[in-house]
Every structure is written in structure tokens, then in C-alpha cells.
């Protein structure tokens, strides 16, 4: 009988994202996947039961891995302006350390192939009592939740998106997302923020 | 997680030539009906058509024998 082998599965999955976010999913056949992983086709077989258990798979590790490293360091209950430059910074040195992890979840935000309701609760709950702490202390304004989280967030990722890029506007020199560049983003962000 | 099963449980991984779902409902009853095959399914997303069985035993004859009967190709895929 073969035995489960962690590093094994962990190269796996690791191969698996790699072929997803540069021949996308249809580009991933388990063939493919073997002969990158360097295992055998049926050795994928003992660890995930199909291609689409696969995916799945993928999508809750991720997430997992995603919603631990927001998560360190992060007080709940801490002023909106301290918290949410923890959650930028963490949001941040988790893009750059795994960039081929944000591009398949990208990839998979408006996906049939996952079942999102298995997402995870701990960090729903976090962000969700932070938001509502921070409104309660009069620090930010109400706001539907996407245009919270278009203002809160989407800036750090587009910028976040041209330093790993190393591209930016037309006739421009490549963009480093540095200290400075990210207090300055972050203290107008909050500035909208603010009642 | 998975990684805390204990169970004494085989994993054997067959290519076949089950295309179709409707070819997966033909078997399902004969793979459903047998002790020891706790659970199985094929996939129908990639070339092979893997048979993937959970089973109490080893032994893979008896499956290829099950699903050859049936009409279908079925050898073990092995390492």
C-alpha cells in the first residue's frame, strides 16, 4: 500500500497552483501535474480524488494560509487607524512572498470550479468586529461593505499589483511600493475613511 | 483534515474507458453493491477516466473483473 507523504502532497499542490495561474485550468491535466511534481499519476490519485477535489483542495489551503498570515498580529479590537495598517502590512508581505497564490485565487474569485461557502469564519468574524468596533468608536463612516472594502483595501492591491509587476502607468519607470509610498496611500485612505 | 485517517483503507486508482456519466450510473450499482468498497468515483475531467476506489482490502482483480464484465477497460494504474 502506498503511505501518505506530506512533502510529497505539499509539492503536489505547490505544482498544481504553479501550472493553474500559467496555463490556466484547463491547462492542468493530471498528467501534466505528475510530470512537474515529478510523481506518478496515481500517487495524485491517492491524495485528491479528482481533478475538481483537487481545486477545491487547493482553494481552502490558500484561504487557510491567506486568512493566517492577515490574522498575525492582528487585534480586533485595536483603533481602526493602528488595525488597519497591521492588515495592510500583513496583506501585503503575504502578496509578495506567495505571488502565485493571489493570482490563482484571482483566478478562482469568479470560478464555478469552488464551492465558497466553506470559507473561513475566523477571519469573516475578525474583520467583521474590527469594522464594527471602528464604527461604533465613531472612527470610520458606515458604509456598504464593498465600498468599505473598495476603499479600505482595493488601493493596496493595485498598488501592490505594480511593484510585483514591475510595470505601472504608460511612461513611467517601474513602481517600488516602499515605507513612504505606503504611509502616504494609507494615511489618504483613512483620511476617506473618516466621518 | 484527511491527513488524520488511521483506517486501514486501500486507495486503488484504475484507467478505464468510463466517459460518461451516464457510463458512471451503469456501473454504480455493481461498485456500490460490493463490502469492500467503502467509496469510489470517477473522474470524468481528465484522460484517464480514473476509477478511484477506497477499499477494506488490497486486492484490485476483483474490480477489474466487476468492471470488465460491465463493458468497460479497467487496469490498475500503477506507479
Known sequence: MRTRDINKEAL?????????????????????????????????????KDREDLIQQLYSEET????????????????????????????MTYCLENPYSI???EQLKHSPLVD?????????????????????RNEIVPLPVEIYWSIA?????????????????????????????????????LKALKP | MKDNYTTAEFVLIFRTNINRKKHVRSVSH????RKEIIR???DLSD???????????????????LVTQAGYACEELTD
Open chain 1, 12 to 48: 503536489i499542490r505547490e505544482k498544481a497552483i504553479e501550472i493553474i495561474v500559467n496555463d490556466g485550468f484547463d491547462g492542468l491535466s493530471m498528467h501534466k501535474l505528475a510530470k512537474s511534481a515529478g510523481v506518478s499519476v496515481a500517487t495524485i490519485y491517492i491524495y485528491f
Open chain 1, 64 to 91: 487557510k494560509k491567506m486568512s493566517d498570515a492577515t490574522l498575525r498580529n492582528f487585534d480586533p479590537e485595536s483603533h481602526f487607524d493602528e488595525g488597519l495598517k497591521v492588515q495592510w502590512m500583513n496583506r
Open chain 1, 103 to 105: 493570482t490563482f485565487m
Open chain 1, 116 to 136: 465558497r461557502s466553506t470559507i473561513d469564519m475566523r477571519f469573516l468574524h475578525a474583520m467583521s468586529r474590527f469594522v464594527h468596533k471602528a464604527i461604533e
Open chain 1, 153 to 189: 483595501f482595493a488601493p493596496l492591491y493595485q498598488l501592490v499589483k505594480f511593484h510585483i509587476s514591475k510595470s505601472s502607468m504608460p511612461g513611467r519607470p517601474p513602481f517600488i511600493f516602499d515605507e513612504p509610498k505606503i504611509n502616504q496611500t494609507l494615511e489618504l485612505v
Open chain 2, 30 to 33: 455493481l461498485l456500490d453493491s
Open chain 2, 40 to 42: 469510489w468515483n470517477v
Open chain 2, 47 to 65: 484522460i484517464d477516466n480514473v476509477l478511484r476506489i477506497e477499499a477494506t482490502h488490497p486486492d484490485c482483480t476483483p474490480v477489474i473483473q
